[in-house]
């Protein structure tokens, strides 16, 4: 199943204008901190359980691991987890994942044991423009 392509994403993600799908983390000065801490804070309103920044981190940790599983390459795989490179050798080169490591990732068989239905009927542009507010009416 290619999951972001049935739920819609795909087609959204193209028809789209502007350099980013999400611009919002890039509004601030440390985009990727920006979003990570947002996500965080989201993730523990939905109830996950552990230390705020050890859920983004845990999840990103576990995606590494499923990649590796599949046998994505290293290199690809820090990319799409949004790690920095491992070695300086590797800041200078490419940035940007090659063709056959963007099929790879693309085309690999999602876990089984999650149910995917949650994204579902997602309405992609009310999640760009959406700015939630907290319990405290501040907003997040």
């Not at 845990?58 to 949004?82: F, H």
């Not at 999650?114 to 994204?119: K, N, Q, R």
């Amino acid at each position: 199943m290619n999951l972001l392509d049935a739920i819609g994403f795909i087609d959204w993600a193209m028809a789209r204008e502007g350099d980013w799908i999400f611009p919002e983390p890039h509004r601030h000065s440390d985009p990727s901190k920006h979003a990570s801490q947002l996500l965080n804070r989201r993730m523990v309103a939905a109830g996950a359980k552990g230390a705020s920044i050890e859920t983004v981190h845990s999840l990103r940790g576990d995606g590494i691991d499923e990649l590796r599983e599949a046998d994505i390459q290293p290199r690809a795989a820090r990319l799409q987890s949004g790690h920095a490179m491992g070695s300086l050798h590797d800041a200078y080169v490419r940035r940007s994942l090659s063709r056959k490591d963007a099929i790879a990732i693309a085309t690999r068989s999602f876990p089984k044991e999650i149910d995917w239905s949650v994204f579902e009927n997602l309405d992609f542009d009310a999640l760009v423009r959406g700015r939630r507010s907290g319990k405290s009416g501040k907003e997040s």
